[in-house]
């Protein structure tokens, strides 16, 4: 009887106790969804108004170039000095942070930014233009790898998302910024950028926020680790090293032709249309809002179907716009490059996930050196591109840019990942 006492009373006993374990786990993972999420989104919002803040010093250069009489070359050094600054600092940030994360860094990076973008509204010299753009390219290499890691540490294992979600605030960020030069920078003169400094100030407000979540969770791992969670086996020094040499070259494709837009695609459309700065400025910001639609795309797909098919399609894809756009009109160069932005910009969250899910544990090296990447290379090919455009035209410019996207073909040697 008292065997038969005990059987009778465990398949009672278990639901009773199994019940309430049930339940703790999904209101538990419920209110860790809501909380991460609205991280996700804190950290897109502040890279918007991030973003924004660096916007605006491509988006006045035909104000400075007024001004002080410069030439295109000069044009392309200051975007050089502002992306090169973030370019060298960020990997090391990165790398620094892997091994001893900073939460509170975040708003530290964005009070660069206000320090640069309030010495650029007052500077009065190209010399002090240059210090001011490398200022808000440094505020840069200290938000992008800490803020690309609490998004991915917030992701739930859905990093393509996280990271599109984080993105596109930046270029949601870019977008903007020529919008608000046409309407209130061009008016008002160089000394309005110094009203832009509250958008810095209430970034600022909301990162201190996000760093200390950061702090109270900056232990837990995520769920998967890249390749070892798939199953799949970890690749050799060369074959990893030979994938990131791949990468780094569709990034080169991607952010110099980007850079010809960003940077001279005002004055593309004021020399072959002789259209007015503020018409110029609104086609300036269809292609970086196109940016945005491209980038949400992008990792939403990149979690779906995989990152290798997305990098496909978005830098080989974007080829026969690129050859089309020089020999089009007003209406069709508006078309294009809008197409172009989305197809070029679904790439890079696809890149950044690929490349971290190579160097599991290296999260921070991975997002400085591919953010620094894509201010480098931009830095650079602007640089380079002035120059071009000043020793021939700035057509040739896009006729030369038009081939840049056959680098895609360098796809061919990325290995497969899972995911």
Not at 54 to 77: C, E, N, R
Not at 81 to 109: H, I
Not at 155 to 177: D, E, H, K, P
Request: net charge positive.
């Amino acid at each position: 009887m008292s065997e038969q006492t005990i059987d009778a009373r465990a398949p009672v006993a278990a639901p009773v106790t199994a019940a309430p374990v049930a339940a703790a786990p999904a209101a538990a993972s419920q209110a860790t969804s809501s909380t991460t999420f609205a991280v996700i989104l804190s950290l897109s919002f502040c890279h918007f108004l991030n973003d924004l803040m660096q916007s605006l010093v491509p988006a006045i250069y035909p104000i400075l170039k007024t001004s002080y009489g410069l030439d295109f070359g000069q044009i392309g050094l200051i975007t050089l000095a502002f992306q090169c600054t973030a370019s060298l600092l960020q990997p090391l940030v990165g790398m620094v942070t892997d091994k001893r994360p900073m939460p509170y860094s975040l708003p530290v990076g964005m009070g660069f930014t206000l320090v640069g973008l309030v010495l650029l509204a007052h500077a009065g010299s190209y010399p002090l233009i240059l210090l001011a753009a490398a200022l808000v390219g440094m505020g840069s290499s200290v938000f992008h790898p800490e803020a690309s890691r609490v998004a991915r540490l917030a992701s739930g294992g859905r990093y393509g998302l996280a990271q599109s979600l984080f993105q596109v605030g930046g270029n949601t960020g870019s977008a903007a910024g020529p919008l608000l030069a046409a309407f209130i920078v061009v008016p008002q003169g160089q000394r309005s950028l110094v009203w832009f400094s509250a958008a810095a100030l209430l970034g600022m407000i909301v990162l201190v926020q996000v760093g200390g979540w950061y702090a109270r969770n900056r232990t837990a791992r995520p769920a998967a680790k890249g390749r070892a969670a798939s199953g799949a086996a970890p690749l050799s020094r060369a074959k990893v090293g030979l994938a990131i040499a791949v990468l780094v070259a569709l990034l080169f494709s991607k952010n110099v032709y980007t850079a010809s837009l960003s940077s001279y695609y005002t004055f593309y459309l004021i020399d072959k249309f002789h259209i007015s700065v503020p018409l110029a400025q609104m086609f300036l910001f269809a292609f970086l809002a196109a940016l945005v639609v491209g980038t949400l795309i992008g990792g939403a797909l990149a979690d779906r179907i995989g990152r290798v098919p997305v990098m496909w399609f978005s830098i080989l894809g974007a080829l026969p716009f690129t050859l089309a756009l020089p020999h089009v009109g007003l209406a069709l160069t508006g078309v294009l490059s809008v197409l172009i932005g989305i197809i070029m910009a679904s790439a890079f969250s696809a890149i950044l996930v690929y490349a971290q899910e190579l160097m599991p544990g290296r999260v921070g090296l991975v997002a400085g050196m591919f953010f620094g990447f894509s201010f480098g290379l931009g830095g650079l090919g602007a640089a380079a591109l002035g120059e071009l455009a000043d020793l021939t035209s700035i057509g040739t410019v896009y006729r030369v840019c038009a081939y840049l996207p056959a680098l895609g073909l360098l796809t061919a040697f990325l290995p497969r990942q899972k995911g």
